[in-house]
């Protein structure tokens, strides 16, 4: 295991070679983040849609098991998933390695695309092949995406700040390991956390809630409303709550 000051020389590398990346590689990497992350949502449902509510903390549990497959891939095969690079890239602008325009316009280029990655498991593999759309499952996408924009403007910034505190910790120790089943553990434990506690991260809401649109249990009006602050929420927990924290810490 490296050291904190050592992870962080390796986040602030990291987050420079994010935006030195060719468009065409943060298109492709982009779109195979979202549609990771969305895989594992979707074993999160496929596992859980048949436990009883009154087994809620059992269902959060093996929910929380399955999904960190996602960034596990991300992060191990390759793939960019714009709450991890809230928080590396983040460590890039602290270390005056990028501006705030070159943060700015990474998160833009890595969100749209994994939005289009998420849209895709949602619609081709939920809807078309039917791993949504049959029940208990097409109940179960709709009662998780209900949930989440049930959530008050406040509630799900602060929820998304939680998120992607766990998330950017998530990848700051898969930045700390020496090998493949180190990561795999840190990255592991801080995301089944994440989703056992019901933290709102913004990339899977782009999958569970058009998931639950293409099923005709939500639209795409309480979806943006349901985004816009979940994704700041997951900024301020990425650039502030790991980034800021551990560069004001342990820079040299």
Not at 10 to 37: P, Q, R, W, Y
Not at 76 to 88: D, Q
Not at 131 to 158: E, G, W, Y
């Amino acid at each position: 295991m490296f050291t904190p000051e050592e992870i962080l020389q390796k986040s602030i590398a990291a987050g420079v070679n994010k935006l030195h990346k060719t468009m065409i590689a943060k298109m492709i990497l982009g779109f195979i983040g979202g549609a990771m992350i969305s895989i594992g949502f979707l074993a999160y449902v496929r596992v859980t849609a048949s436990i009883p509510k009154d087994l809620a903390s059992v269902k959060a549990l093996v929910g929380g098991a399955v999904f960190p497959i996602g960034l596990i891939i991300i992060l191990l095969a390759g793939g960019e998933l714009a709450t991890g690079n809230m928080m590396a890239v983040g460590t890039s602008f602290f270390s005056k390695k990028a501006s705030l325009l070159d943060y700015l316009k990474n998160l833009l280029v890595i969100t749209f695309f994994n939005f289009v990655g998420a849209i895709f498991v949602a619609y081709f593999f939920g809807h078309v092949v039917g791993l949504t759309h049959a029940a208990p499952f097409q109940q179960a996408v709709i009662a998780v995406a209900q949930a989440k924009t049930d959530a008050s403007f406040v509630s799900a910034f602060v929820s998304g700040i939680g998120c992607n505190w766990l998330v950017g910790i998530a990848v700051w120790l898969a930045f700390g390991a020496k090998d493949a089943a180190g990561k795999i553990l840190g990255i592991w434990f801080p995301i089944m956390i994440f989703v056992a506690v019901g933290f709102q991260h913004s990339i899977a809401n782009c999958f569970i809630i058009p998931a639950a649109i293409f099923e005709g249990g939500s639209t795409w009006m309480l979806f943006l409303q349901n985004f816009v602050p979940v994704y700041l929420g997951n900024i301020v927990g990425g650039i502030v709550f790991v980034a800021g924290f551990y560069y004001l810490s342990y820079k040299k």
